[in-house]
């Protein structure tokens, strides 16, 4: 089944992780795709591997300073040039933070919201405009499940993803007029590099936790990023849908 046939959609973070499971299932569903990263040569090598999945993916590579609205503006431009409309915008890029607050540098905390608040700002503003004038689009951010609870360290990371799920709330309603939902996933402890680097000791009582028994793979968060994207979410805007396991911690 292809979901997102005739669809267009950008995605930031999409050169690994969750980003990259994304951006492979709007492909394998029909859609036509830009993915962001922060480096060229990370943008290249996630390109190349897709290509080699299939010659025939419609896929596009770019590294914009997501803090920076000009170069945002200018990103979804060349989506629009390349693709002739921008449908779905993905705000996926996002760095986490374990600092203490007793040591919690400002520069660090500001790097923080930085990425993962005033970017998702930059992409969202950006590709609105651009999705009013073409009669709607959807807006779609990556939370945490941190987002609900808060986390014992690094407290820019949960405080950020809160600003996500405000982000997310509000401009469903300002947009709604515009035709554009706006909706958030809240994944659960996910099996990016990061976690696969931990050892197996940290892993197993995080796995306790979890009443799924699992940790989350990739692709269980693509599918309801798949799932806010397509029409099946035609009458869905505003949410913040987990995908945990129903972990709560
Ligand atoms: P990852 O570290 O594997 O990938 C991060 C992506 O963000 C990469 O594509 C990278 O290029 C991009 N990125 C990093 N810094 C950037 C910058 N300064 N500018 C532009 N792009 C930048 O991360 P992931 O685990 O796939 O996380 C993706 C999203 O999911 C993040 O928003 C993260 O907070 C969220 N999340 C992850 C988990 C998890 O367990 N992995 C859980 C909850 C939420």
Redesign the pocket.
Known sequence: MELLKGKTAMV????????YAIVKTYLDNGAAVAL????QE?VDKALAKLKEENADYKVIGLCPD?GNPQEVEKAVQTVRDTFGKLDIMVN?????ARDSLYGYKPEDFARTME??VN?VFNCAQAAAKVMKEQGGGVILN????VSIYGQPSGVAYPAS?FAVNGLTKSLARELGKDNIRVNAVA????R????AALPEEMIKPLIATIPLGRVGE?EDVANAFLYLASDLASYVTGEILSVDGAART
């Open positions: 930031t973070g999409g050169t690994r992780g969750i980003g962001c990263g922060s480096r990370t997501l996926n890029a996002g760095v986490s990425l993962n970017a990556t939370s945490s499940m993803k994944p659960g402890v996910t990016t590099d990061m976690v990739p």
